[in-house]
């Protein structure tokens, strides 16, 4: 599976894509800027932890993005974790610092709030976003998500799908599509990882 924009590929990360991230096996695109020792870190937690207990469903998990022109993985982002009882699940994401304000978050999480739409399961979207990162605030503004609260120091926004009615017209177009073709930042998480352990 794998989601396509103007400008990057979307994979989700499925174990085995990540044991082959993890042994140096991929050999389709470079992972060398964006697999830093924290990502490593946080993909060994997946590949150990995460799919041996609480396998999520494809799809509700993290996904890299691939920038097209350079065939290198540029970020990572997506779901932590299947729907909740309420058809709840939360977003996330992370650009490397070189290709940061190119317009690549905002292409990638697109794309997945696209793919969710085909989701029945799924009726918000939570995402965290610390108080003072202006950028992912106006991102989350753009593409309709609402400040609700406040956690820490982080802002809790949300999207309703049913409630937004550019996203409901977009679920019956993108389901449409497919019947007939067939925001807690990496080192918050690395840090809880380590402590855990």
């Known amino acids: ?9 979307l994979y989700p990360l499925t174990k085995s ?10 050999m ?24 041996a207990f609480i396998p999520p469903k494809m799809g509700f998990t993290s996904w890299i993005f691939i920038e097209k022109s350079t065939n290198q993985v540029i970020g990572d982002g997506g779901y932590k974790g299947n729907p909740d009882s309420r058809g709840e699940i939360e977003i996330g994401y992370e650009i490397i610092e070189s290709k940061r304000q190119k317009g690549y978050a905002t292409e ?16 918000s ?11 992912s605030q106006s991102l989350l503004d ?12 982080m802002d809790l926004y949300q999207i309703k799908l049913e409630e937004n009615s550019f996203l409901s017209i977009s679920k019956y177009v993108m389901t449409g599509i497919i019947t007939a073709c067939i925001i807690i930042p990496i080192a918050k998480v690395v840090k809880h990882i380590k402590k855990s352990k």
């Open 142 to 153: 753009k593409l309709g998500f609402k400040l609700i609260g406040e956690e820490d120091e």
């Open 1 to 9: 599976m794998k989601l396509e924009t103007e400008n990057l590929i």
């Open 125 to 135: 979207i939570i995402a965290k976003c610390h108080y003072k990162n202006i950028p």
């Open 108 to 123: 990638a999480i697109e794309a997945l709030l696209e793919w969710t739409l085909t989701q029945d399961e799924v009726k």
């Open 17 to 26: 894509l990540i044991q082959q991230i993890l042994n140096d096996e991929v």
């Open 28 to 51: 389709d695109y470079s992972t060398k800027e964006w697999l830093t020792e924290d990502n490593r870190t946080l993909l060994t937690w997946m590949y150990e932890e995460l799919y």
